[in-house]
């Protein structure tokens, strides 16, 4: 099964830094990559999927690159809003059915 | 969209639990449903899902054995039953569903999750 490695674990940052996070796959999974955030005691909520595709309302200051078994997910100025964790998920389509996983997220704060 | 799920459940070591997931809004039967589970203060784990219509689940290999997904399609309705459950499976569950149709990819909409505590 794929594994998905991402990095830091935590990192803490000020308002209008650049942030940036990344995801390694243990093996090519092309663009199937999607970036999550999730505030303490919520629901994960998508931001990019296809490794570089912003969701419909995600604010442009979240980006995504990358692919084959490297991912980026960017925020270009931290907000305060932004804080939370922050997992990447891999959905490689074949061979079918694959397993979907998650990397061990990192979390966000604010310095 | 919206994905209610049912209420929290406190269960005893070597029981099982059942997880209901009602889905509003779209067609039920074409789109998939996975179940992801989170331990406190940890990640998210992907157990499983289906495609109601064509209704072979497709589970990690973690829980193969141990957690049943199932559909029904005359209540819009998914479910995750979990058996011999430990302390470890102490967890919030979610269910969730993706944009695309006839496939399992990434996950567009999120039930609120369920609390299942596992303590003798």
């Known amino acids: 099964d794929i594994q998905m490695t991402q990095s830091p674990s935590s990192l803490s940052a000020s308002v209008g830094d650049r942030v940036t996070i990344t995801c390694q796959a243990s093996q090519d999974i092309r663009k199937f990559l999607s970036w999550y955030q999730q505030k303490p005691g919520k629901a994960p909520n998508l931001l990019i999927y296809d490794a570089s595709n912003l969701k419909t309302g995600v604010p442009s200051r979240f980006s995504g690159s990358g692919s084959g078994t490297e991912f980026t997910l960017t925020i270009s100025s931290l907000q305060p809003e932004d804080i939370g964790t922050y997992y990447c998920?891999?959905?490689?389509?074949?061979?079918?059915?694959?397993?979907?996983?998650f990397g061990g997220g990192t979390k966000v704060e604010m310095k | 969209v919206q994905l209610v799920q049912s209420g929290a459940e406190v269960k005893k070591p070597g029981s099982s639990v059942k997880v209901a997931c009602k889905v509003s809004g779209g067609v039920f039967n074409s789109y998939g449903i996975s179940w992801v589970r989170q331990a406190p203060g940890q990640g998210l784990e992907w157990m499983g899902g289906?495609?109601?219509?064509?209704?072979?689940?497709n589970y990690a290999q973690k829980f193969r054995g141990r957690v049943t997904i199932t559909a029904d399609e005359s209540t819009a309705t998914a479910y995750m039953e979990m058996s011999s459950l430990t302390s470890e499976d102490t967890a919030v569950y979610f269910c969730?569903?993706?944009?695309?149709?006839?496939?399992?990819?990434?996950?567009?909409?999120w039930g609120q999750g369920t609390l299942v505590i596992v303590s003798s």
């Open positions: 289906i495609i109601p219509v064509f209704g072979t689940p």
């Open positions: 969730a569903r993706g944009g695309q149709l006839l496939q399992i990819l990434h996950f567009d909409f």
């Open positions: 998920q891999q959905y490689d389509k074949v061979p079918s059915p694959r397993e979907r996983t």
